[in-house]
């Protein structure tokens, strides 16, 4: 098999498409008519565009409404499809895609449709042409593979063949057995397509919502496995009708299209990838620190148990840890993790603890990432790390590379790692534009074996923010990403404000709340101000002891209960920083809190309105040290 990809799937004019999928890599791609259509030059220059920047043109798509008809308009089809074979030949191209008809006045009947296609298949063969049938999942009366590939039989020629299409078999759930009996050298053109799983019509999510395969929640791998017993060794094909692909980079959308052919090609047994491994837990997290926010970012880590206990020996970066947190705190202004434009405390690197680290960066590498080596890093960490669509830094590292850096990066200063109520890591959460969202969603997906959560939206005052959740098998490892098509919500704003996507806010698990929240009420560590209706809100949706609501309302902790258990939550004020913390207690509950994100992301706007205010009146002291309503 050899890549491909369709027009459709990129933004901008013919010129710009092919550009973007040479410089990508591909070796071939479809041309969609309507690009052709808009093309200024002839299609004969058309095809000399394509095939001079080293691509073979694979088809010309698509050829619509052809069988089925009698009369004046089964004469017409005919006539349109010698004017599509004459396009293809001053193309360059052999084969033609044609889809189910979705004519009114088509009649059904798969002998009726092989025998419109076998007099195709006539014709092209005159020409040395080849015709390729596709099922839409919406046609008027084929809609199913299993039809067409019966259609293709009937017609019984070598000069008309199959177009199998992952998504009009997934959104109909098509049984796949069927496609492993069908003969590769029938089978003309693969076209690949995820989604996420929608109840909505086949056109209108075919339309809009397909994705690259590893960014949406179909069953490709299983599609992969059926495709590799026909022996099929033609184009692999993405084709992608996307409303955010439309609008992005041309650039970035076919890189990830690239590497989303390098995963289809993983999942087969001669690919050569290593397979994926698991993320066993975030070893670290790296932030850039401004000077002077170095201060008060110790206190509030001290405040929540954590201590310094390990400095760089030649940088100037520290290790800080409670249990199986580490964050290192970096104040160099070379730090290569650090995002351009964003000139603010921010998480800029994320440590990954995996089983081997070598086979993980060989699997990246395989697919396409960037690998930025330890010579290149000149950061805090001598190890290779992948470069994240927001410019930030992810080490991908093993328990033996973990505790050589903790060892002769940063030699232990104090005391041992503390060991208090703060235990771990729970969950990172991070903000994107949709087209970055797309991207790290494949990233993740296509280097690591992670589960992946059904999307859901949270609710912000200013519109709604999709979500989704990867995670490992024991719930070590969640990372959340968050995108929305709506200006000023919180994720938008954040991307808007610091530069660009990135990590968000990092959420700390701890054994007691109540420990921690007074800890940080003692240190007088500002805390987000929940207001006193959502605790009345609370008493009536929750049956909680008296003292114990209490004690929530005095803290501002958030509650959430599902059937596995209870969660509470509390956020610290982000003041100028580019992230805030979090601090969960899990007893068993599997979400993240979604049913308090409105709340939160209101009381954080209404904090982001004081700060603008206090800066705008000249307020040097614009710490928020009131930490809100107390109970009467």
């Known amino acids: 098999m050899y890549s491909s990809i369709a027009t459709v799937c990129l933004s901008g004019s013919l010129e710009e498409k092919v550009d973007a999928i040479a410089q990508a890599g591909f070796e071939g791609l479809e041309l969609f008519e309507n690009d052709l259509t808009a093309f200024a030059g002839t299609p004969r220059e058309a095809g000399e565009l394509i095939r001079a920047r080293g691509l073979k043109?694979?088809?010309?798509?698509?050829?619509?409404?052809?069988?089925?008809?009698?009369?004046?308009?089964?004469?017409?089809?005919?006539?349109?499809?010698?004017?599509?074979?004459?396009?293809?030949?001053?193309?360059?191209?052999d084969l033609l895609m044609a889809c189910s008809t979705v004519h009114p006045d088509a009649l059904p009947g798969i002998s009726r449709a092989a025998d419109d296609f076998f007099e195709l298949g006539e014709r092209a063969a005159k020409r040395q042409l080849r015709v390729a049938y596709e099922a839409l999942a919406w046609g008027r009366h084929i809609h199913d593979y299993r039809d067409s590939w019966e259609v293709v039989r009937r017609a019984a020629h070598p000069h008309v063949g199959l177009v199998l299409d992952t998504f009009h078999i997934f959104s109909r759930q098509t049984e796949l057995g069927t496609i492993g009996r069908i003969p590769g050298d029938r089978i003309f053109l693969v076209q690949t397509?995820?989604?996420p799983r929608l109840s909505m019509d086949h056109l209108s999510w075919s339309r809009h919502y397909r994705c690259f395969p590893g960014q949406g929640e179909l069953q490709m791998d299983k599609f992969m496995a059926m495709l590799e017993e026909t022996r099929y060794d033609g184009p692999l094909s993405h084709e992608i009708f996307n409303d955010v692909f439309r609008m992005g980079h041309s650039d970035q959308t076919a890189r990830d299209g690239l590497r989303s052919y390098h995963l289809l090609r993983s999942m087969?047994?001669?690919?050569?990838?290593?397979?994926?491994?698991?993320?066993?837990?975030?070893?670290?997290?790296?932030?850039?620190?401004?000077?002077?926010?170095?201060?008060?970012?110790?206190?509030l880590l001290s405040a929540l148990g954590m201590a310094c206990v390990g400095r760089h020996h030649t940088l100037n970066a520290e290790r800080w840890a409670a249990g199986d947190v580490n964050l290192v705190l970096n104040t160099e202004s070379s730090f290569t993790g650090r995002v351009q434009g964003r000139d603010a405390t921010a998480v800029t690197a994320i440590g990954l603890r995996v089983g081997n680290a070598y086979e993980a960066f060989k699997r990246a590498d395989k697919l396409g990432y960037e690998i930025v080596e330890?010579?290149?890093?000149?950061?805090?960490?001598?190890?290779?790390?992948?470069?994240?669509?927001?410019?930030?830094?992810?080490?991908?590292?093993?328990?033996?590379?973990?505790?050589?850096?903790?060892?002769?990066?940063?030699?232990?200063?104090?005391?041992?790692?503390?060991?208090?109520?703060?235990?771990?890591?729970?969950?990172?959460?991070?903000?994107?534009?949709y087209h970055d969202?797309?991207?790290?969603?494949?990233?993740?997906?296509?280097?690591?074996?992670?589960?992946?959560?059904?999307?859901?939206?949270?609710?912000?005052?200013?519109?709604?923010?999709?979500?989704?959740?990867?995670?490992?098998?024991?719930?070590?490892?969640?990372?959340?990403?968050n995108a929305s098509a709506s200006p000023d919500t919180a994720s938008n704003r954040f991307v808007r404000q610091y530069g660009g996507s990135g990590v968000h806010h990092i959420a700390l698990s701890t054994t007691s709340m109540r420990d921690t929240s007074t800890a940080l009420h003692q240190a007088k560590s500002p805390v987000l101000p929940i207001p006193s209706n959502?605790?009345?809100?609370?008493?009536?949706?929750?049956?909680?002891?008296?003292?114990?609501?209490?004690?929530?309302?005095?803290?501002?902790?958030?509650?959430?209960?599902?059937?596995?258990?209870?969660?509470?939550?509390?956020y610290t004020q982000p003041n100028h920083k580019a992230f805030f913390i979090e601090l969960v207690q899990r007893e068993g509950y599997q979400g993240l809190g979604a049913p308090n994100a409105f709340v939160r992301v209101t009381a954080q706007q209404r904090l982001e309105a004081d700060l603008l205010a206090s800066d705008i009146n000249g307020d040097t002291d614009n710490t928020r040290r009131d930490t809100g309503e107390r109970p009467a």
């Open 57 to 93: 043109l694979v088809t010309l798509q698509p050829f619509r409404d052809f069988e089925g008809l009698q009369g004046r308009a089964r004469q017409r089809a005919f006539d349109r499809a010698e004017h599509k074979f004459d396009l293809m030949e001053e193309l360059g191209t």
């Open 193 to 195: 397509a995820d989604a």
């Open 268 to 299: 087969q047994a001669d690919s050569g990838i290593p397979a994926p491994q698991p993320i066993e837990s975030v070893a670290f997290l790296e932030i850039a620190v401004e000077p002077n926010d170095l201060a008060p970012l110790r206190e």
């Open 374 to 433: 330890p010579e290149e890093v000149g950061a805090s960490h001598r190890m290779s790390a992948l470069r994240n669509v927001d410019g930030s830094l992810s080490y991908i590292i093993d328990d033996s590379q973990l505790s050589r850096t903790w060892d002769r990066e940063f030699p232990v200063e104090r005391q041992p790692v503390p060991q208090g109520s703060l235990v771990d890591i729970d969950h990172i959460s991070v903000a994107l534009s």
């Open 437 to 481: 969202y797309l991207s790290l969603m494949l990233q993740y997906r296509a280097i690591f074996q992670l589960e992946v959560t059904p999307s859901f939206d949270v609710t912000d005052p200013r519109g709604l923010i999709q979500s989704q959740v990867l995670q490992n098998g024991n719930g070590r490892f969640r990372l959340a990403l």
């Open 534 to 570: 959502y605790y009345r809100d609370l008493a009536a949706r929750f049956d909680l002891p008296a003292q114990t609501h209490a004690w929530m309302q005095e803290h501002h902790i958030l509650f959430d209960q599902d059937s596995h258990g209870d969660f509470h939550q509390l």
